[in-house]
């Protein structure tokens, strides 16, 4: 196949962005029609595959159903690290999501993720969509960032949950602004586009890791046209997932953590509410002796749990969604 083709309504192009490190693929979506700009990323973790073969799907449709503007996929943001089946970038321990807006010195992670950042404004976006997936038992979800900078924050949130919302799946906010201040997430991609350019973004975790499977990919794409179909650029909503949890509004947060290394028996499966005090996951020895019972400090949902038997100590023993008692904040 050729480098650009058209579809019934748009003309698809492939190119790659060059520089320092791997190359990144890029595909541009273009509808005759002006309208929005989008970019869709992909594949920052490189063990999380789920949005590679979606930027392909989303790319296909695309051409015969965007109505306008222009859509700008990467379906791969880390070629290394997807190559080697690891998170992270080659000979580098920082987390590449938590190094935004990056720079043109320092670690790999770094300056890496400061060639992203300057290829994604370069753009002008109107909207980011970010593909991640959390483990292969997870229910899909989508993220809305904090805005915890910027003078307009509760505008802007609003416009991060819309998009969030016509995903059909779970709505997640982060953690409180405190620790989303101290866990780094303002310098994850869609977190410093929200909190430094204001750039509304969502994040959705779709589907297991290190391989792309097939029903994930049909799932996400659904999902990401369902986001477009919000900016008015394709007439394609998303349908409510099954998982979505009513009520709300919900957020992200860790389940007890382990003060006994162990092995890690689940007591809940994903997609299960549960109550204060009740039992999440057993820590025992291999003979069945039981080290440690972890309880729920609040009621909420069991959303994903860890791709691991055995646990060790300062480790949580799943993810889940507690109701969400805070609105945007601010900080300086």
């Known amino acids: ?6 579809g019934r309504r748009a003309s698809v192009r492939r190119d790659r962005v060059s520089g320092r490190g791997a190359a990144l693929a890029h595909l541009v979506v273009k509808a005759a029609s002006s309208g929005p700009v989008v970019v869709i990323t992909s594949n920052l973790h490189g063990d999380e595959c789920t949005g590679i073969g979606t930027c392909f799907r989303v790319a296909e449709r695309l051409a015969d159903t965007l109505l306008c503007g222009e859509v700008h996929l990467y379906p791969s943001l880390n070629p290394e690290g997807l190559a080697r089946g690891s998170r992270g970038l080659p000979n580098d321990a920082l987390d590449p999501n938590r190094a935004f807006p990056g720079s043109h010195r320092g670690t790999p992670a770094r300056r890496h993720a400061g060639r992203i950042w300057s290829e994604v404004l370069s753009q002008r976006p ?3 969509i970010d593909l991640h997936t959390d483990s292969g038992g997870a229910i899909p979800y989508a993220i809305v960032d904090r805005v915890v900078r910027g003078g307009d924050g509760g505008r802007l949130e609003a416009r991060c949950v819309a998009l969030a919302q016509a995903s059909g799946l779970t709505v997640l906010h982060e953690y409180p602004t405190d620790r989303y201040v101290r866990f780094e997430l303002d310098r994850s991609l869609p977190g410093a586009l929200v909190n430094g350019p204001g750039v ?4 959705l975790e779709v589907g297991p890791r ?3 499977d097939p029903e994930s990919v049909a799932l996400t794409t659904a999902a990401t ?4 179909t919000e900016l008015a650029m394709v007439e394609l909503p998303a349908s409510a997932h099954v998982s979505r949890l009513p009520g709300g509004p919900w957020r992200r947060e860790s389940g ?3 003060t006994r290394a162990g092995l890690l028996l689940p007591a809940l499966s994903t997609g299960t509410t549960f109550r204060r005090g009740q039992r999440l996951a057993t820590v025992s ?7 440690e019972v972890l309880r729920a400090a609040s009621d909420g949902v069991v959303v994903a749990l860890p791709e691991a038997a055995h646990i060790e100590v300062g480790a949580a023993c799943a993810t889940v969604a507690v109701l969400d008692d805070e609105g945007s904040g ?3």
């Open 1 to 6: 196949m050729g480098r650009e083709w058209r």
């Open 126 to 128: 109107d909207a980011v």
């Open 200 to 203: 509304p973004a969502v994040t």
């Open 210 to 212: 290190r391989r792309i």
């Open 225 to 228: 046209l369902g986001v477009l």
């Open 256 to 258: 007890p953590r382990a």
């Open 285 to 291: 020895t291999l003979d069945g002796e039981e080290l």
């Open 330 to 332: 601010s900080v300086t």
